[in-house]
């Protein structure tokens, strides 16, 4: 009972706030293709065999519900083009963008001078994988046709993870210039700027994800090992990634059931367990690299394998339904790939998800000297 009666006062509040930000913003009930928008530019960022789109909007405000939907708005026209809404992994029709139903509703910042935008949905606002990929891509599109420190502010999905914070650190990103998203939902600003995807060219994201283009794995071994010194005999040469760190949402949907067995086989063919929130990226990137074995649960950690040594040995501990992005990865990085695919004891419905058991005797197999 009164968990319906709270149910019921925060639609109406949010109802009532709607409504409130509506008349301090205006209703947004126009489209209008960038194309035939006159504030707007478009420019293209060629990456072989690639032509992405960099959108040049004047005079405008961007808006997101930081998960699925972000808008470019222009005298209270949504802009179709840099605008998108995510649902289920595919990138819809604007007319199902959230501020066509709901409007602004957050207090807007107004800021002078260029913004670069790298929302990209959700799966950037915590995940290292996704940051890696989806992210952290777009500078190099921008690059092609601006120079970085040309740009005023920097609008990413959330500044709160010690990788974005690092990876941003090595790019060169000044701390005074990056804007969370998740802190910062509505701004004003005399020019904003978004680019393509990185990757999801033909509106399949999930297809799209297992052949990541070759360009970006490239830049992101350049711009992240550029100024380091690899070798190093500090760092084992075989690896356990364990994810004692990972999300919780994930570990009740995603974890090994006899883990203290396999870690301890592990252990007795030396290998070191890894909790790879403990080190830096510069020294994740060393521990990918000075490995010549390594082995862990599918998860957005190995998302290193692209800094690892070719012919470096990688063992994949997934649910059978996982799919290939880990697999296809190594191969582009030139990694010898294998894995134990095993199906789930429960959540076998629901693709990488599941709880597996590990048959020791086939992962002892796997691992023979």
């Known amino acids: ?55 040049l909007v004047n005079q405008s405000r961007i808006y997101t519900d930081t998960i699925n939907d972000t808008a470019i708005i222009q005298n209270n026209t949504l802009i179709e083009g840099p605008s998108f809404q995510i649902r289920e992994t595919v990138f819809e029709s604007i007319k199902k963008n959230i501020v066509l139903t709901k409007g602004t509703s957050r207090m807007k910042k107004k800021i002078n001078g260029t913004l670069f935008s790298l929302l990209t949905g959700g799966a950037g606002n915590f995940n290292y994988w996704h940051w890696l990929f989806d992210v952290l891509p777009r500078f190099k599109i921008l690059q092609n046709i601006l120079e970085l420190d040309k740009v005023d502010f920097f609008l990413l999905p959330n500044l709160d993870k010690k990788f974005q914070k690092e990876s941003l650190d090595i790019i060169g990103i000044p701390f005074e210039k990056r804007i969370s ?62 994810r004692k760190d990972a999300d919780p949402n994930i570990k009740v949907l995603r974890k090994i059931l006899n883990e203290e067995e396999v870690v301890s086989k592990l252990k007795a063919k030396e290998f070191k367990i890894i909790t790879l929130s403990d080190y830096s990226i510069s020294d994740q990137i060393k521990l990918f690299y000075n490995a010549n074995n390594i082995v862990g649960l599918h998860g957005a950690g190995f998302a290193n394998i692209i800094f690892s040594k070719p012919h470096t040995s990688m063992l994949e501990l997934k649910s059978s339904g996982a799919g290939k992005a880990c697999e296809n990865l190594a191969v582009k990085s030139n990694v010898n790939y294998d894995c134990l695919s095993v199906i789930p004891e429960k959540f076998s419905n629901n693709n990488q998800m599941g709880h597996i058991r590990i048959n020791i ?7 023979a000297d």
Not at 206 to 220: K, N, S, V
Not at 361 to 367: A, M, P, S, V, Y
Request: net charge positive.
């Open 1 to 55: 009972m009164i968990y319906t009666i709270k149910k019921k006062l925060q639609l109406l509040f949010k109802k009532l706030s709607y409504g409130l930000f509506k008349l301090i913003y205006g209703k947004i009930e126009q489209i209008e293709p960038a194309h035939n928008n006159e504030q707007t530019e478009i420019k293209f960022s060629k990456i072989s065999p690639y032509n992405y789109k960099v959108f």
């Open 181 to 242: 998203s998740l802190k910062n939902r509505h701004i004003e600003c005399e020019k904003i700027i978004i680019t393509d995807h990185p990757y999801v060219i033909r509106n399949n994201a999930t297809q799209e994800l297992l052949d990541l283009p070759q360009w970006i794995i490239a830049w992101l071994k350049e711009t992240f090992t550029k100024n380091l010194s690899l070798e190093d005999s500090k760092f084992p040469k075989r690896i356990y990634i364990d």
């Open 361 to 367: 005797e086939e992962l002892e197999n796997k691992i």
